[in-house]
């Protein structure tokens, strides 16, 4: 009877070692023949990976009822994901699948030193499979193991880097660079004079991204209120039904954000319902006593003990009528973190940019809360709309990690010199579909490759994302460890369904309006249509909000965007569905161009096979497609300009 194959991943030389200490004193590593002088190793076959048919003496060993050790990665290597896997190896143990059984090392201070064995896994079909299905083993391993369910606090993140790399900056933007022992004293004097102002559960916070929105952020965190985050581009009348939504009496805001952003109607608006704290004031109320008083809190590193679990509150950019809140715990997004850090190799050696809101979950979880977490310098700058600012930044800094919208990423090109953006290593898009021409010109124009993540604020926010190791064009990556899912039938839709979630990142619940809080289902609904390939890629078709029903049929109004852009080789498209007296709705489709004809779009959508019912019913020409704070089109705003016009 054959042997038992255990396929192993590893780090360094060191974690060999640990396996060996594991293992009976039976099984035989299998090495490449680079490795030998570097291990220490009583039982040992080696091979050549540029000569696959040396692996027949592997072959014939499991053959003759010995079992083996071997790494698909065939080498250590520097980072925390999963490496280059070399088809040699999986194909040499292909006639053994039902003999394969994966072992992981893990490290450090997350997990114990010794492996996690996984007796019995899903038998494979061939050896492509066997890979993809070590791949996610892998993966979710590495994820359980990092992960500890539990009441967690990002502020005591924050407090554990002050005590490791009190030096090291934390956080920089226009104005200020703060290390991480500035930040921690910054934080606890921050809190300390807020302390008697602050009487509710739940604070507002109107603040762009910054430094000082950061220092407030955990400032709240160490007082174990909940932040609400809101959107200042959201006005008057919807930011006043967010403040009831959450229960909110106060707002924390600054004087020259309101000055500067232009809302002082607004903030006059809210001032009305709310009490309104601003930064600049409790700054100047800081006295010697609490500066003190910080120095104490950071000498003796006092963190948080949680007497419940602490939460933040987000609201969706939907288009529903009132705003509706999303609960999110620190556990929530700290599991979010964990799956990412699984998926893309980020470490300390690299350096962030956050241009993205702090009210947005992609800014707040991946832009801002992240690079705490691993200890890496994040840049935070006001506005995403800088388009000349921005890339320069980018620059200076030798910024690595960078997460904007396909739109905003696309405003940096136009402005960007040539050499700007050679720095980037990873950059990661969401909040809408990336467009090709954006893709592309970050290719040609800079070398970088851009990858796609997929996710809504319930999800705290990623559920699926692109990275090195698993990434095709035209897709969202693959789901993140941890992450369960079903795709329930939509009538009218053939291809792919919607899709449902679950895991240790959904949401708590919702805040709804004159109804408080409701608890999330075990089964969060996306609201996205998608199709999951054979590979485990995630193909996004459309929101379900984004289908037109025309004659009993439904549309995607996603996928005639895409045409249109093709038609076009432009961008600037957008689309909307209208009531229709004849067919129920109708499409529209907005341009900034007057030379795009319908003529050519129809003519356009016949080569490419695609039925007339595709085709939009009118073209609307525009000065601008209008965007949302997150840069998401605002198709709300397309739809209210549409009415007005007729």
Known sequence: ???????????????????????????????????????DLDSVLTYDITQPKSLKKVQEHIESGYSVVMFPENQPREWETPGKYYPAIFASIAPYLDR???????????????????????????????????????????????????????????????????????????????????????????????????????????????????LALFGLFYLQKTPVMLNFTMGETTLTECCETAEVGTILTSRAFIKQANLSSVASGLEKHVKLVYLEDIKQSITTTHKVKAGYLYATKAGVDNVSEPELVLFTSGTDSRPKG?????????????????????????????VLPMFHSFGLTAGTLMPFVMNIPVYLHPSPLDYKVIPEIVYQHQITVFFA??????????????????????????????????????????????????GMTESAPIIALGAPRNNKRGTVGQLLPGIQHEIRPVDGIKDGGSLFVKGPNIMKGYLLYNKGFVPAEEWVDTGDVVRIDDEGYVHIISRLKRFAKIGGEMISLTLVEQLAMECFESSEVATIAVPDQRKGEKIILFTTNADHA??????YIKSEKHPAIVIPKEIEIIDDIPVMGSGKTDYGALKQIYLNRK
């Not at 609960?327 to 962030?352: G, M, P």
């Not at 319908?598 to 003519?603: A, I, P, R, V, Y």
């Open 100 to 214: 394969v059984k994966p072992v992981i090392v893990e490290k450090g201070s997350v997990t114990s030193e010794l492996p996690l064995w996984q007796p019995g896994s899903e038998i494979a079909d061939d050896s492509d499979q066997l890979a993809r299905s070590f791949y996610f083993y892998i993966q979710d391993q590495r994820f359980k193991l990092r992960y500890r369910p539990g009441s967690y606090n990002f502020f005591n993140e924050l407090v554990a880097q002050g005590k490791a790399n009190p030096k090291r900056t934390a956080m920089m933007d226009q104005s200020s660079t703060l290390s991480y022992r500035d930040s921690l004293l910054q934080v606890y004097g921050l809190a300390e004079a807020l302390r008697p102002v602050l009487k509710e559960q739940r604070v507002g916070l109107l603040l762009p991204t910054s430094v000082p929105h950061a």
């Open 326 to 354: 999303v609960i999110l715990t620190h556990s929530n997004i700290y599991a979010n973190i964990t799956q990412a850090l699984t998926t893309v190799d980020i470490d300390e050696t690299n350096k962030v940019l956050n």
């Open 598 to 603: 319908l003529k050519d779009l129809k003519q």
């Open 1 to 39: 009877m054959a042997g038992t194959i255990y396929l192993s991943t590893f780090q360094s030389i060191n974690d060999v070692k640990h396996l060996k200490d594991h293992m009976a004193s039976d099984v035989t590593f299998a090495i490449d023949q680079h490795l030998q002088s570097k291990v």
């Open 405 to 454: 919208t396909s739109t905003f990423l696309n405003g940096y090109a136009k402005y960007a010199d040539s050499l700007d953006m050679r720095s980037l290593q990873l950059v990661v898009a969401g909040g809408e579909k990336l467009k090709d021409e954006v893709y592309n010109r970050y290719l040609e124009q800079f070398q970088v490759q851009i990858f796609e993540g997929y």
